[in-house]
């Protein structure tokens, strides 16, 4: 089976529910997505699990999600080439050459409905990704580099983040993978998409991207203090209404800290690289991650 | 009473029970015997209540993560590479 072959399909598909021309869509390396009139079509990653992704399209076609994430156009899953296919209405993608008008306070606002929505009112959901996908990109790691030793370093200094997020969020809805990619708009409004990691966890994780960035001093205060303020004005509950959000955020965001830089590192040395200087940004802020845990240690229990 | 420096008049003042007698001409100030001594007694006494005080409120703490970086790395001056994997970040999985 060649990737043509599986584009040729897809397009097909699209032409039947979206009717017009198919063009593939950039997207992620391990995902095709091609556009065809009003519809997308997704090829989800080599080796998705059908099970659970049948639940996360039940609840995405859900009333109780209407206007937090995207309705498929069918909760129907088809296999085109060993991959699992799904159609979606097409909507605008934020626009990356301008991260600064980004819809910050949206994708917060969206955030917050969805962790608001009580976990009974959905179809059954496994548990929302997030916590499992820092172990898998740590695993691709060699350690053969002083950067990857600190990455290593700083993932063996955290506590058991995974059975945290299961105590944290007592299953609460969450996405799961949320970053300013898994927004378009469509009819006017901002809807989140991408029900992949849709599921019950912490949703304090879906905070953790944009926490992390802050916190490595990537992201501008203020558009952070923006995006925290929206999302708790519109009823959040990853974190406490007011007062200190990092009793919540630090675990998660230190966890994705480690994930993005072992892509980062990982990116770097499949490219033959040194790393830049948002990289190495990430790789400083894992060594702060490994000072500020051991100094977590050193203080005697009572 | 004379300057002994610029020869100009001397006035008097009292404050918290310490005279000083300073200079119309050049400002300075010329202090009487125990003067000295006196402001530095209520000096000492000063810094002991600072030191005696509780310590002030920390400042409330929720702004950025012990962890954080003690300086940010945002601004203009990284160029277009970094734009573009810091881009790259926003928007991937």
């Not at chain 1, 892509?263 to 490994?290: K, N």
């Not at chain 2, 993560?65 to 160029?79: F, L």
Request: charged share 20%; hydrophobic share 40%.
């Amino acid at each position: 089976m060649s990737d043509e072959d599986l584009i040729e399909e897809m397009g097909r598909i699209g032409a039947r529910y979206g009717g017009g021309p198919a063009t593939t869509v950039p997207t992620r390396p391990d995902v095709a997505i091609v556009r065809a009139g009003s519809v997308v079509v997704k090829a989800h990653a080599p080796g998705a699990a059908r099970e659970p992704l049948e639940r996360r399209m039940r609840a995405a076609a859900h009333p109780a999600l209407d206007g937090i994430l995207l309705r498929p156009v069918t909760e129907e899953i088809m296999t085109v080439h060993d991959r699992l296919v799904t159609v979606w209405p097409a909507g605008t993608p934020v626009d990356p050459d301008d991260p600064g008008a980004a819809p910050w306070e949206d994708g917060a606002r969206l955030l917050a409905r969805l962790h608001a929505v009580p976990a009974g009112a959905l179809p059954a959901l496994p548990p929302a990704g997030g916590p499992a996908r820092v172990g898998r990109t740590v695993t691709r790691l060699t350690g053969g580099s002083a950067a990857e030793q600190v990455v290593l370093r700083a993932f063996a200094s955290l506590p058991d983040f995974e059975e945290a997020a299961g105590r944290a969020g007592a299953g609460l809805p969450a996405h799961g993978d949320w970053h300013l990619g898994q927004m378009v708009r469509t009819g006017g409004r901002w809807v989140l998409i991408d029900a992949d990691d849709l599921g019950l966890g912490d949703p304090a994780w879906d905070l953790a991207r944009p926490a992390a960035w802050f916190a490595a001093g990537l992201l501008e205060p203020e558009v952070w203090h923006r995006f925290l303020a929206a999302y708790r004005a519109a009823g959040g509950n990853a974190v406490p209404a007011q007062g200190d959000p990092w009793e919540r955020l630090n675990l998660p965001a230190q966890a994705l800290t480690v994930q993005l830089a072992a892509a980062a590192v990982a990116a770097a040395r499949r490219e033959g690289r040194a790393l830049d200087e948002v990289e190495s940004v990430l790789i400083d802020t894992c060594q702060r991650i490994v000072q500020f845990r051991s100094a977590c240690h050193s203080v005697p229990t009572q | 009473m004379q300057c002994p420096k610029c020869r100009g008049n001397m006035r008097t003042y009292e404050r918290n029970g310490v005279h000083i007698d300073q200079c119309d001409g050049c400002r300075g100030i010329f202090l009487d015997y125990g003067e000295l001594e006196t402001l530095t007694r209520m000096e000492s006494q000063w810094s002991q209540q600072q030191h005696a005080a509780p310590p002030p409120p920390p400042p409330p703490a929720h702004g950025a993560p012990g962890w954080g970086a003690p300086a940010p790395h945002y601004g203009g001056h990284y160029g277009h590479h970094r734009q573009r994997s810091w881009v790259g970040m926003l928007f991937s999985t």
